[in-house]
C-alpha cells in the first residue's frame, strides 16, 4: 500500500502564498492518477485539483481555478500544490490522494474515486 505525506501547510495572510507537497512511497507512483482535497471544520471533503500520470491534464475546482496550480515530478515521487492569492475560505486541512489501481491517465475529481490518502497537513489564511 503507498503511503503519503503532505507537507508544507501552515499560517499566512491573505494574499499571500504556500506551496504544499505530497511525498508517496513506492516506485510506482508514476503510474497514478493524484489529486487534493480539502475539508474545513463542519463541512465535506472538497475538490481542490487533479492530475494524471504524466501531468498533461490537470483539471481544478472553480474556486481555486487561476489561483492554485498542481504539479507532480515521478522522478522525485512528489506532488505539490501552489497556492497563491489565498484566502481566508482557503482556511482548511489538505490532503493529498492517489488512485493506485491501472494507469492514471483521466484526474479524478470526486473522494471515493481515490484509495490512498495522506493524514493532511494544515492551512490557515487570515483576514
Known amino acids: 500500500q503507498v503511503q503519503l505525506v503532505e507537507s508544507g501547510g501552515g499560517l499566512v495572510q491573505a494574499g499571500g502564498s504556500l506551496r504544499l507537497s505530497c511525498a508517496a512511497s513506492g516506485r510506482t507512483f508514476g503510474r497514478y492518477a493524484m489529486g487534493w482535497f480539502r475539508q474545513a471544520p463542519g463541512k465535506e471533503r472538497e475538490f481542490v485539483a487533479a492530475i494524471t500520470w504524466s501531468g498533461v491534464i490537470r483539471n481544478y475546482a472553480d474556486s481555486v481555478k487561476g489561483r492554485f496550480t498542481i504539479s507532480r515530478d515521478n522522478a522525485k515521487n512528489t506532488m505539490y500544490l501552489q497556492m497563491n492569492s489565498l484566502k481566508p475560505e482557503d482556511t482548511a486541512a489538505y490532503y493529498c490522494?492517489?488512485?493506485?489501481?491501472?494507469?492514471?491517465?483521466?484526474?479524478?475529481?470526486?473522494?471515493?474515486?481515490?484509495?490512498?490518502w495522506g493524514q493532511g497537513t494544515q492551512v490557515t489564511v487570515s483576514s
Open positions: 490522494a492517489a488512485v493506485t489501481k491501472g494507469l492514471g491517465s483521466r484526474p479524478h475529481s470526486t473522494p471515493d474515486e481515490y484509495d490512498a
